[in-house]
T-cell receptor, first 118, second 115 residues
Framework: AQTVTQSQPEMSVQEAETVTLSCTYDTSENNYYLFWYKQPPSRQMILVIRQEAYKQQNATENRFSVNFQKAAKSFSLKISDSQLGDTAMYFCAFMKHGPRNRDDKIIFGKGTRLHILP | DTGVSQDPRHKITKRGQNVTFRCDPISEHNRLYWYRQTLGQGPEFLTYFQNEAQLEKSRLLSDRFSAERPKGSFSTLEIQRTEQGDSAMYLC?????????????FGQGTRLTVV
């Protein structure tokens, strides 16, 4: 079974600083997706960034980038120039990959609560 | 289409009562997920559907829980004989699977409080 571990329950950084959230996962699969989701207080979960395991290049989305280390099963999220609106719970998630894959549910870590301080 | 819609947003019920939640996915999405999230925790997988077929049920889903997606569109999650431990946020998500699975979009959830 796949597991996702986020070892930082809570973090705080000053606005405009860079912050890195850690995530490790365990799987015997070779093809899979990894995600970072953001859940602002009392608001719905939205996808921040997505990485396909077969791609060596790290995904980037504006101020958000990942450091994907497949051999180490590590998938960290870097937020550059952090903004007050980045305050949220961040969840790392895993999903197996494959057409008509009947075991491709999304598995989440416990989350990291990130506070951006003014 | 405004995204995944869940109804009700909040539900307070007495212990022992039955409750039913509804999820309307994004219209063209064929995959629908149910998750449960307790305060400060990550979403826990409950069950998911591909069209009307229920693909998997978590061991977390006791026999008091049942989910349906009868026409492959909206889904319902029913909890019978509710217990205080059922208090949580119930999240629904949908995605489009065409050859491969794509991004899952989440609804705002239904917050259940069992008193």
């Amino acid at each position: 079974a796949q597991t996702v571990t986020q070892s930082q329950p809570e973090m705080s950084v000053q606005e405009a600083e860079t912050v890195t959230l850690s995530c490790t996962y365990d799987t015997s699969e070779n093809n899979y997706y990894l995600f970072w989701y953001k859940q602002p207080p009392s608001r719905q979960m939205i996808l921040v960034i997505r990485q396909e395991a077969y791609k060596q290049q790290n995904a980037t989305e504006n101020r958000f980038s990942v450091n994907f280390q497949k051999a180490a099963k590590s998938f960290s999220l870097k937020i550059s120039d952090s903004q007050l609106g980045d305050t949220a719970m961040y969840f790392c998630a895993f999903m197996k990959h494959g057409p008509r894959n009947r075991d491709d549910k999304i598995i989440f870590g416990k989350g990291t609560r990130l506070h951006i301080l003014p | 289409d405004t995204g995944v819609s869940q109804d009700p947003r909040h539900k307070i019920t007495k212990r022992g009562q039955n409750v039913t939640f509804r999820c309307d996915p994004i219209s063209e999405h064929n995959r629908l997920y149910w998750y449960r999230q307790t305060l400060g925790q990550g979403p826990e997988f409950l069950t998911y559907f591909q069209n009307e077929a229920q693909l998997e049920k978590s061991r977390l889903l006791s026999d008091r829980f049942s989910a349906e997606r009868p026409k492959g569109s909206f889904s319902t999650l029913e909890i019978q004989r509710t217990e205080q431990g059922d208090s949580a946020m119930y999240l629904c998500a949908s995605s489009l699977v065409q050859g491969e699975n794509t991004e899952a979009f989440f609804g705002q959830g239904t917050r259940l409080t069992v008193v």
